[in-house]
């Protein structure tokens, strides 16, 4: 199986040739000035799109994945679901964009790291400890800032978690 027929398809404003964008007193090939004249121009006028002719579901999948590896995209494992998807914002994503199969009201992007949270502090008796005298401490500030110095808070956040990384 290889990568469908594949051609450059060129749409130019015919009353605005993309030659005439460019100072006409340069001395340069006609070629070099529709190349210039095409980056200055006004792009939802002037385009070259890529054009793949496929004859089955096949040849579309190949192609959307030499269009994939073209651009330098990954195609990764969501840690949620366990199906493929295309990071598009972020390279370093885990979970995808699709409904949870684990929680029918958020994403996988939102269940799955929740998810894995909850597991880590299931497995790890000393994290879940660490957590809740995180979260004693943090609520002592926020209800009385005065009696609670935020630099002890801040000096017991840096130590534990030193201590949590060894």
């Known amino acids: 199986m290889s990568v469908p027929e594949h051609h450059l398809q060129y749409r130019f404003d015919p009353e605005k040739p993309v030659e005439n964008l460019i100072n006409p007193h340069l001395r340069i090939s006609s070629f070099e000035a529709a190349i210039r004249g095409f980056a200055k121009s006004d792009k939802s006028k002037h385009a070259i799109t890529s054009v793949y002719t496929c004859e089955g579901i096949e040849d579309v999948c190949m192609a ?55 597991e880590k502090l299931k497995i790890d008796d000393a994290e879940k400890l660490r957590r809740q005298i995180y979260q004693a401490k943090q609520m002592r500030i926020r209800r009385n800032p005065h009696t609670f110095p935020v630099r002890s808070f801040s000096a017991w956040v840096t130590i534990s978690q030193v201590i949590s990384a060894a």
């Open 64 to 118: 959307s994945l030499y269009h994939f590896l073209k651009l330098g995209l990954a195609i990764k494992v969501c840690g949620n679901c366990g199906k493929y998807f295309v990071p598009l914002r972020r390279s370093d994503a885990m979970y995808c964009d699709r409904i949870s199969p684990f929680n029918a009201s958020k994403t996988c992007k939102e269940d799955g790291s929740q998810r894995a949270f909850e």
